[in-house]
T-cell receptor
Framework: AQSVAQPEDQVNVAEGNPLTVKCTYS??????LFWYVQYPNRGLQFLLK??????LVKGSYGFEAEFNKSQTSFHLKKPSALVSDSALYFC????????????FGTGTRLKVLA | DTEVTQTPKHLVMGMTNKKSLKCEQH?????MYWYKQKAKKPPELMFV???????INESVPSRFSPECPNSSLLNLHLHALQPEDSALYLC?????????????FGNGTRLTVT
């Protein structure tokens, strides 16, 4: 069965420091991986995706993610955190069996401290 | 601003009421989704429409009834709900269920069942 795991419920980082939000996956075949962010009382917003190609994927708002096949990870990163980055982050994997299902991780709350 | 519009933003209904949630997108997407999200949890898939036909029903109770009148609109009809149905209901769309396109979410309807 395909799955994603976000091992940290919450990540705290000081403003200006680099941030990492972790995601590991378990899929059969090549994974289609996504990161979404959710601000309070809003829907999820797409940040970036990995389908194939370069292992470093750049996305919106200065975020990037590194795909590591050997470690089955897809960690979200940003070189310098902003207070406004504080939100709930979800990693997701697309079911490649041809269905419409996106399997979401449990979410990681990022708190950037001023 | 989100390109998927959901109305109403908030809804309070009694257990005997009938109400409808509405979702609209004009991105030409042919897959549309309903998700239910409890606080600080990942979204849970309820229904998927592909080319205006119901593709997935995740064993959702019959008190939830989806409808896709055309390629831009998606409704969720509610009847005889229970207090545990209180949640954020998110609509999403994607280019196609068979592509690797990301989900585009609306901001949701916050439903409270009294």
């Amino acid at each position: 069965a395909q799955s994603v795991a976000q091992p940290e419920d919450q990540v705290n980082v000081a403003e200006g420091n680099p941030l990492t939000v972790k995601c590991t996956y378990s899929v059969s075949g090549n994974p289609y991986l996504f990161w979404y962010v959710q601000y309070p009382n809003r829907g999820l917003q797409f940040l970036l995706k990995y389908i194939t190609g370069d292992n470093l994927v750049k996305g919106s708002y200065g975020f990037e993610a590194e795909f590591n096949k050997s470690q089955t990870s897809f960690h979200l990163k940003k070189p310098s955190a902003l207070v406004s980055d504080s939100a709930l982050y979800f990693c997701a994997v697309r079911d490649i069996r041809g269905t419409y299902k996106y399997i979401f991780g449990t979410g990681t709350r990022l708190k950037v401290l001023a | 601003d989100t390109e998927v519009t959901q109305t109403p933003k908030h809804l309070v209904m009694g257990m005997t009421n009938k109400k409808s949630l509405k979702c609209e997108q004009h991105m030409g997407h042919r897959a549309m989704y309903w998700y239910k999200q409890k606080a600080k949890k990942p979204p849970e898939l309820m229904f998927v429409y592909s080319y205006e036909k119901l593709s997935i029903n995740e064993s959702v109770p019959s008190r939830f009834s989806p409808e896709c009148p055309n390629s831009s609109l998606l409704n969720l009809h509610l009847h005889a709900l229970q207090p545990e149905d209180s949640a954020l209901y998110l609509c999403a769309s994607s280019q196609s269920g068979t592509s690797n396109s990301p989900l585009h979410f609306g901001n949701g309807t916050r439903l409270t069942v009294t």
